[in-house]
């Protein structure tokens, strides 16, 4: 397995979110633990960032874009209404002829795209898959709307996934011993739609449309659902929340970071937390953090893994893997 990922050049403190809208960093940390995003620049999209970030996780596996034969990118802002992003990247790599698509899912995105990508593995449909997450969520921010846009930056984030197969690292994957994705969960439920959502779209508005939320509502849901995905991986699994060496969720809001990890019983070290550096990059926001804590070492072989999102829809998910 590799990962890597990609922020844009710019970066946007708290400061001078206050110099934005009605707002200070006193608040901005108290609610939300987030202290900057990126934001992205004049050529910088939601491609680009995926780009470079595939390109580092292909790196990092030892990997060439030949060895990719399906690309699986979840995003709620592709460049285009179509053609897929996930084109684009297999274009730009130079691995055209393969699978490649994109999964819409919101913050849960890369979640569904990681269990899409896996269940292709497994049953032969691709050797090798470079599973994305890449926003750029500060295009459909309303920035006079001091309670979302404070919340969200852009970024990406991708793995490297192999069929059991094309692996010399087991004869077989997901294993409690064996490095792959051992259990996965999924859900949605359409009738909170209106608690988190864009308001526009080319089917209905004929316009992109801004983010709106219902923060407080959608936080209430956010406990709930996620610590019963979380027991639902882990009982799948077989394994005891004690065996869980980390918990990389995503990286929405301190707050729903620390209450869930209570609800599981699980120590606040063992969580994964880069929101306050990033905020809510929302797809890309797993593997963003996934990334950040490999590259600093806390992220070891070897470790038990359990990634975990909740977004709009609703939809969320968790996925438990041995690395």
């Known amino acids: 397995m590799g990962s890597g990922s990609a922020l844009p050049k710019r970066v946007v403190t708290n400061a001078e979110m206050a110099t934005m809208v009605d707002t200070s960093d006193e608040w901005i940390v108290e609610r939300t633990g987030i202290r900057q995003r990126y934001i992205a620049g004049e050529g910088e999209t939601t491609s680009t960032l995926a780009i470079a970030a595939a390109k580092a996780a292909l790196e990092d596996a030892g990997l060439t874009a030949g060895d990719i034969d399906l690309i699986v990118l979840a995003t709620a802002t592709p460049d285009n209404t179509f053609p897929a992003t996930a084109t684009k990247v297999q274009h730009a790599l130079g ?86 994705i051992i259990a996965s969960s999924l859900h949605a439920d359409g009738a909170q739609h209106d608690l988190l959502y864009v308001d526009g779209g080319p089917s209905t508005t004929q316009t992109v449309g801004h983010l709106r939320m219902r923060g407080p509502e959608v936080f209430k849901h956010a406990v709930v659902n996620l610590s019963n995905v979380l027991k639902e991986v882990i ?51 797993v593997p963003l953090a996934f990334d950040t804590a490999r590259k600093d070492g806390r992220i070891k072989a070897g470790d038990l893994v359990l990634m975990e999102a909740m977004g709009g829809g609703f939809t969320w998910g968790a996925s438990l893997i041995r690395i």
Request: hydrophobic letters at 40%; charged letters at 25%.
């Open 95 to 180: 691995c055209n002829g393969g699978i490649a698509f994109d999964v819409a899912a919101v913050c849960s995105g890369f979640l569904y795209a990681l269990t899409t990508a896996d269940s292709l593995l497994s049953t032969g449909k691709a050797k090798r898959a470079l599973v994305i997450g890449a926003e750029t969520f500060s295009r459909i921010l309303d920035w006079e709307d001091r309670t979302t846009c404070v919340l969200f930056g852009d970024g990406a984030g991708a793995i490297v996934l192999e069929s059991p197969d094309s692996s010399d690292l087991a004869e077989k994957s997901g294993t409690k011993a064996q490095p792959g």
């Open 235 to 285: 009982e799948d699994a077989g394994v005891s929340a004690d065996e869980i060496d980390w918990i990389v969720p995503h990286q929405a809001n301190k707050r729903i970071l620390d209450a869930t990890a209570r609800k599981l019983k699980i120590s606040p070290d063992r969580v994964i937390v880069t929101v306050d550096s990033h905020a809510n990059t929302s797809a890309a926001s």
